[in-house]
């Protein structure tokens, strides 16, 4: 094996381990942004995890490079204790904690939004719901569908970007769908059993036509931008929806090696389909941390709110005791899916 060829399985992996340590110092730098403009005391900002390999002091923080690229943290005087010290986290009022808490994920969402934008522009044209063509022998264009409906729902899921339409059609686990499309200003519902198609042992609808796109403007990139960022965010919750009703078991998860994988995948694919993963992952990131789950931003979000209704601090001890339980099953979670991944790259 030459250099080369070496080269060229090691740079997708190498992007892809960047972009996830690059997610987490735009999530920990939303929290040290945030802490500075509450003046609260932030001890230490580091990139990656174990042992520092750079280090050095500044006004009040310490800045550390650490050795393995998988992490980082900012940590906050008097963040996961009470504190009397001066510029104390836990001395501010709970409008400028819970400000801190969020600033993260909202960092995250906000980079999503940058790639999606980026996504946008890398393409030729702007994409719409309206169907331009089909293929040889459509199985669609059988059951009625026609060049020009414009895609309104598929089974009962709102359609609005040509990321809906990928969505609803990955949902069916049959390749019978309900579609309703609006044909010369009138809605028609079509019932249209798609041929389907496996990939990586689940089955789904083989799409055969394609979308209409238009030409780019200003105001289209914009709104396609805000469009595809609302439709990547719905995924993961129509994903979050779909474990919990058991459609999908936790073996069917990935974990950071899976992530990798993927990532490293898109890479050598097409710079569109890198950012369309990319963007995912960190609107992923970004809301996974706001949901209320012990350990997450989102559950010490939750506790603040609690604070500013009831007027009284939930007990440091038991706070603590909350947060370690959810960190110990998130680790154990984290641990299962980890094996998981490794499972299926072999």
Same mark, same amino acid.
Not at 97 to 120: Q, T
Not at 217 to 228: D, E, I, P, R
Not at 295 to 315: M, S, Y
């Given at each position: 094996m030459n250099l080369s060829s070496v080269w060229s399985t090691v740079y997708p992996i190498l992007i892809a381990i960047l972009f996830f340590e690059f997610i987490v110092i735009i999530h920990e730098g939303g929290h040290f942004v945030?802490?500075? &403009?509450?003046?609260?005391?932030v001890n230490e900002f580091a990139i990656g995890m174990g042992p520092k390999i750079l280090s050095f002091k500044g /006004?009040?923080?310490?800045?550390? &490079?650490?050795?393995?690229? +998988?992490?980082?943290?900012?940590?906050?005087?008097? !963040?996961? !204790?009470e504190s009397d010290k001066e510029? @104390?986290? @836990? $001395? /501010?009022?709970?409008?400028?904690? %819970?400000?801190?808490?969020?600033?993260?994920?909202?960092?995250?969402?906000? &980079?999503?939004?940058?790639?999606? &934008?980026?996504?946008?522009?890398?393409?030729?044209?702007?994409? #719409?719901? #309206?169907? %331009?063509?089909?293929?040889d022998d459509a199985v669609s264009s059988s059951y009625g569908l026609q060049a020009g409906d414009e895609i309104k729902a598929?089974?009962?899921?709102?359609?609005? #970007?040509?990321?809906?339409?990928?969505?609803?059609?990955?949902?069916?686990?049959?390749?019978?769908? !309900?579609?309703?499309?609006?044909?010369?200003?009138?809605?028609?519902?079509?019932?249209?059993?798609?041929?389907m198609e496996e990939y990586e042992g689940h089955q789904y609808i083989k799409m055969d036509?394609?979308?209409?796109? /238009? !030409?780019?403007?200003?105001?289209?990139?914009?709104? @396609?931008? %805000?469009?595809?960022?609302? $439709?990547?965010?719905?995924?993961?919750f129509l994903s979050v929806h779909d474990i919990l009703v058991g459609k999908y078991g936790l073996s069917d998860l990935s974990g950071p090696v899976g992530a990798v994988s993927v990532v490293s995948d898109a890479v050598k694919t097409s710079i569109s389909s890198m950012l369309r993963i990319m963007a995912l992952l960190t609107i992923n990131v970004g809301l996974f941390n706001l949901f209320p789950i012990p %350990?997450?931003?989102?559950?010490?979000?939750?506790?603040?709110?609690?604070?500013?209704? +009831?007027?009284?601090?939930?007990?440091a001890k038991c706070e603590y005791i909350i947060n370690a339980v959810g960190l110990a099953l998130l680790l154990l979670l984290m641990f299962f899916v980890t094996f998981s991944d490794i499972k299926r790259l072999f």
């Open positions: 945030a802490a500075k &403009l509450m003046k609260i005391k /006004k009040e923080t310490r800045y550390s &490079l650490r050795l393995f690229p +998988i992490g980082g943290f900012c940590a906050m005087e008097g !963040e996961d !204790e510029g @104390s986290f @836990s $001395s /501010k009022r709970v409008g400028a904690r %819970a400000f801190v808490v969020v600033a993260g994920a909202i960092m995250n969402l906000l &980079l999503g939004v940058v790639i999606v &934008l980026c996504m946008v522009c890398n393409q030729n044209l702007v994409g #719409t719901t #309206t169907v %331009a063509k089909f293929a598929i089974d009962g899921m709102r359609v609005y #970007t040509p990321t809906d339409v990928n969505t609803g059609f990955s949902r069916s686990s049959d390749g019978n769908v !309900e579609m309703i499309v609006n044909r010369d200003g009138k809605d028609v519902t079509l019932n249209i059993s798609f041929d036509f394609w979308l209409l796109g /238009k !030409e780019k403007t200003f105001t289209n990139v914009l709104s @396609s931008t %805000a469009g595809n960022f609302v $439709s990547y965010a719905r995924m993961v %350990a997450l931003d989102g559950w010490r979000f939750f506790v603040l709110l609690a604070e500013a209704v +009831i007027k009284k601090k939930l007990p």
